[in-house]
């Protein structure tokens, strides 16, 4: 049964920096390429970042460039996204997502955390 669970939400300030965590189980994370997105209420999903396998090779949306960065640990089998320079628009619930390579489709996600919260208050 695969899970991924989100944490490290909540509150700050504009300006602040938050750090997110996803704990990955029953996949196999070292063939999985990962993803943060967020979605805010009215709005539609939107992809925030995502880290290869091997976590080499990152990319991010152009709204968090600069100041987001996705890395992972193979090891705990966490991924994280470290956020900094927040701002009120970062308000949303952040999902993390993985891309299993022995499951499904290559380049679709596979499975979903349920979500955690970040506000940015100005």
């Known amino acids: 049964q695969v899970q991924l669970v989100e944490s490290g939400g909540g509150l700050v300030q504009a300006g602040r920096s938050l750090r997110l965590s996803c704990s990955a189980s029953g996949l196999t994370f070292t063939s999985s390429h990962m993803g943060w997105f967020r979605q805010a209420p009215g709005k539609e999903r939107e992809f925030v970042a995502r880290?290869?396998?091997?976590?080499?090779?990152?990319d991010y949306a152009d709204s968090v460039k600069g100041r987001f960065t996705i890395s992972r640990d193979n090891v705990k089998r966490m991924v994280h996204l470290q956020m900094n320079s927040l701002e009120p628009e970062d308000t949303a619930v952040y999902y993390c997502a993985a891309d299993d390579a022995h499951f499904g489709l290559l380049g679709e996600y596979d499975y979903w955390g349920q979500g955690t919260q970040v506000t940015v208050s100005s």
């Open positions: 880290i290869s396998d091997n976590g080499r090779t990152t």
